[in-house]
């Protein structure tokens, strides 16, 4: 099989952990008789010194044209003072706009090699956890109306959050339907005691729960889900939740798994084509040192494999490899601790993992 693949490294560690995950795939490709054909694109603070805006026309079409984009991170300090239409972000929201992707899975899960990192109580993490969370990607405020204007004090900004009932019921779809994959429950969080956004999403999902009567659903203001997330985090399976909302609370579900450096993504739309990336940003306080840790981004190849090209074996193979590794005791800055735990370098890492795909 051969597959084109885009690469979006995009700044900070971005080119680092796109190289490492890069060549975990080709390792892969070699033992499982696959070929990967990769293109470069730019997107973000490097696209916009190359070309003066964040997401460039070429981008969008090479994306369109490959079979599956991976994507590193971008953003930086570099750009940071730069207006919010031609900030880095902007290239990383107007990819996922353009590609139609809307679903955006984020699983998180406490590696039991990894017990120490989790900053909960013992008795906590000896129940572990294991949650997928489903965060609507191309709607709400992230997309809505803003701007400036006169307001009753002064000058003000305002933002907008939206959401129709198609939009809500693809992504309660999406959900449902990883829930019968997985242990049958879904947890809809949202803000319905306030914003009438939430009303109809909680709304929709209840009317399309009817579909699914194996699944169980619960509902959960976003604000106690925080709060459940450090006290009873094995209670979650499948948490669905709005673009903001899951932003907020997948770097919550990111930090009590160990460290955000691990937590891989796939964002998806009504085809093949989807875009992976680590849910984390570019650290540029550690960019260009060979410090990173690689494991989100080759983890997130690994959800390529499975979910763009069917190829649910050779996930599984670069999932063990990530397990073994960290049982073995390879670490990353981001999760050496102790007493004589070495740190290891990204490529150090990422040929950790490779030695035993
Ligand atoms: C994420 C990031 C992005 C988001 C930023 C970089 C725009 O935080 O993927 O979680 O908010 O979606
Ligand atoms: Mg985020």
């Given at each position: 099989m051969q597959m084109n693949i885009a690469l979006v490294k995009g700044d900070g560690i971005g080119p680092e952990i796109v190289t490492s995950a890069v060549a975990v795939l080709n390792a892969i490709g070699e033992k499982y008789g696959h070929t990967f054909v990769f293109t470069d694109v730019l997107a973000g603070g490097c696209a916009i010194d190359a070309?003066?805006?964040?997401?460039p026309q070429e981008t969008v079409d090479t994306c369109l044209a490959s079979d599956s984009v991976l994507l590193g991170a971008v953003g930086g300090?570099?750009?940071?003072?730069?207006?919010g239409n031609i900030r880095p972000e902007k290239a990383l929201l107007g990819l996922r706009s353009a590609l139609g992707l809307y679903t955006n899975l984020r699983p998180a899960r406490l590696y039991p090699a990894l017990k120490d990192e989790c900053p909960l109580r013992a008795d906590i993490v000896e129940k572990g956890f294991d949650l997928l969370m489903v965060r609507e990607l191309t709607g709400g405020i992230y997309f809505g109306d803003r701007g400036r204007r006169e307001g009753k004090y002064g000058p003000e900004a305002y933002d907008t959050e939206a959401y129709s009932v198609m939009e809500i019921e693809r992504i309660a779809r999406a959900a449902f339907e990883a829930a019968r994959k997985r242990r049958g429950k879904v947890t809809s969080i949202d803000k319905a005691n306030v914003l009438e956004t939430s009303r109809l999403w909680r709304e929709t999902v209840h009317r399309l729960a009817a579909e699914y009567p194996d699944v169980e659903v619960q509902d959960m203001l976003v604000d106690n889900a925080a709060m459940q997330l450090v006290?009873?985090?094995?209670?979650?399976d499948v948490v669905v939740t709005t673009n903001m909302f899951g932003d907020i609370l997948s770097d919550e579900a990111s930090q009590i798994s160990?460290?955000?450096?691990l937590l891989p993504s796939a964002s998806l739309g009504e085809g093949k084509r989807g875009l992976y990336e680590p849910i984390?940003?570019?650290?540029?306080?550690?960019?260009?040192?060979?410090?990173?840790?690689?494991l989100a981004t080759i983890l997130s190849a690994a959800m390529m494999l499975r979910?763009?090209?069917?190829l649910g074996e050779e996930a599984d193979a670069i999932e063990r490899a990530v397990d073994k590794a960290l049982e073995d005791g390879c670490r990353t800055a981001d999760i050496a601790r102790g007493e004589g735990v070495r740190a290891l370098s990204c490529t150090e890492m990422t040929a950790e993992v490779i030695k035993r795909l």
């Open positions: 070309t003066g805006i964040p997401l300090p570099k750009w940071d003072t730069l207006p006290r009873n985090p094995s209670s979650f160990g460290s955000i450096g984390h940003g570019s650290a540029p306080d550690i960019a260009g040192q060979n410090k990173a840790n690689p979910y763009a090209f069917d």
